[in-house]
């Protein structure tokens, strides 16, 4: 069973193309459209607004923060009970070095507050911060 989204679709795998095809579709024009040189880097404000960026068109809880506790295997993402302190603490950590870049986005990984789109939209905020505060980008392709 699909998550409920804007797309009346069912089922999870068909879901899954449709979210991928739209996202990245509007992730490409995030970086074209020069949207991002306009944005603060490293902040939980900009990676929400990202967020809605990329699933607005598919899912009514975009840019919202995720109402359950979440695991992936046997991690478990941040309680929801500590969510909104974890990201209030990641909002205030430093973003001056690459080691301070990566800590970071470890962190707001960890915090997880998406229900779903996390890792898609990390990976633009995390490029935005390398982009800003160092001039550097990451090629994605080669991960």
Known sequence: MAFENKLGITSSADLACEEERISKKKAIALFENGMLDKLEAGTFSILKAIHKYLFDEIYAFARELRTVNLAKGN?????????????????????????????????????????????????????????????????????
């Open 75 to 143: 991690f478990r993402f941040a309680p929801l009970m500590y969510l909104e302190a974890a990201l209030t603490n990641i909002d205030k950590m430093p973003q001056s070095t690459f080691d301070e870049i990566v800590e970071k986005y470890v962190e707001i990984n960890i915090a997880h507050p998406f229900r779903e789109g996390n890792g898609r939209s990390t990976r633009i905020w995390l490029d935005l911060i390398f982009k800003k505060e160092l001039g550097k980008v990451v090629d994605w392709s080669k991960a």
